[in-house]
């Protein structure tokens, strides 16, 4: 059985409520304190943060991660790092999977009954209303890789737009005349973003795309994309809204189209996963500056809300092109 608070009063030959006091910060004697922390030590003891946090009414240590979409490779990717960041600073995680796509707010009352010190979202949207009850209840949201227009709620994001149209530019720049885009899921900031980057950078340099599709960010939409859309065009240049779209999208040239990724088909993808390196792949892509990302999510956890307008605090941070073997280039000029 766990040890317990009174157990540990009961050796150390003091009250229960000095005990409390002890692992608390309050008031107690060095020798009280010295012999209540070496028998919690003895037995095992370790306070309950959630329950002392009902009783005080004081926020805990622990930061509440809603992540949807969770087996998308990106996401346990950014949450690995998002432990290990807020570890640094002393700082737990209680992570809650939400619906993909949708509204999180049956999913953040939960949260916050645990009394967390902040709310960071990925992957999902929460609701004006619901935005509102957590800023009542002085709890910060930060909505990571994504942000609602007209939610007064901060959000940090890669720079999309630019992103995509950094991709636009390196497919024409190697003359690639057929190109086409194939997107995740329509209703959500990051798909808007980059097809509306990628699309207008082609109109600025007299181009239309050649094949325009979106419906979720998924390997096997991305493969059956392919499989359909690809078949019998002419595109010969792809850029798809995420690495796993990509993944499939290359998967199916291969084994469905039976065609040469770049030779025949290049692929672009977004986010730079683990994956997109590997030698298979070798996916060109647009890396997501996680770690900084992270940092600024992490530092405006505890920063109030101006509560004098509803306009978003939208952080947009600038990505990185990685060039690698699934893009077909022009020889260097000498």
């Not at 003891?45 to 926020?59: C, I, K, M």
């Not at 992570?95 to 999913?107: S, W």
């Not at 939960?110 to 992957?123: A, D, E, M, P």
Request: charged letters at 25%; proline letters at 5%.
């Amino acid at each position: 059985m766990p040890s317990t608070q009174k157990q540990v009063a009961r050796l150390a030959g003091v009250s229960q409520s000095v005990v409390s006091r002890v692992f608390g910060g309050g008031v107690v004697s060095d020798e009280a304190k010295e012999r209540v922390l070496s028998i919690a030590k003895s037995v095992g003891y370790r306070p309950d943060a959630l329950a002392r946090s009902l009783v005080t009414q004081r926020q805990t240590d622990i930061v509440g991660i809603v992540m949807a979409d969770i087996m998308n490779p990106f996401y346990p990717y950014v949450l690995e790092k998002f432990i290990s960041a807020l570890q640094k600073q002393g700082l737990q995680v209680l992570l809650f999977n939400a619906p993909r796509d949708k509204d999180v707010d049956e999913e953040l009352s939960l949260v916050l009954q645990y009394r967390v010190r902040g709310i960071i979202i990925t992957s999902a949207s929460l609701s004006s209303r619901m935005a509102a009850v957590c800023r009542e209840n002085h709890t910060s949201v930060v909505l990571f890789n994504r942000y609602i227009p007209n939610t007064p709620t901060w959000a940090v994001s890669c720079d999309n737009v630019r992103g995509a149209r950094e991709i636009a530019d390196l497919l024409l720049d190697n003359k690639h005349t057929k190109i086409g885009y194939i997107g995740g899921n329509p209703n959500t900031s990051t798909n808007r973003d980059r097809k509306r980057g990628f699309i207008e950078r082609l109109a600025e340099r007299g181009k239309k795309p050649a094949l325009v599709e979106d419906r979720n960010y998924s390997y096997e939409w991305g493969y059956e994309a392919a499989s359909g859309f690809l078949r019998g065009s002419s595109v010969n240049a792809v850029f798809c809204a995420n690495d796993i779209i990509a993944l499939g999208v290359m998967d199916a040239i291969r084994s469905e189209l039976k065609l040469r990724v770049p030779e025949d088909i290049s692929v672009v993808g977004f986010d730079d996963i683990p994956q997109a390196s590997w030698p298979l792949y070798s996916l060109t892509t647009l890396r997501q500056p996680v770690d900084e990302m992270i940092d600024v999510a992490i530092n405006l956890l505890d920063r109030d809300l101006d509560r004098k307008t509803r306009e978003p605090r939208i952080n947009l941070i600038k990505g990185e092109l990685v060039p690698r073997s699934s893009v077909r280039l022009l020889p260097a000029k000498r």
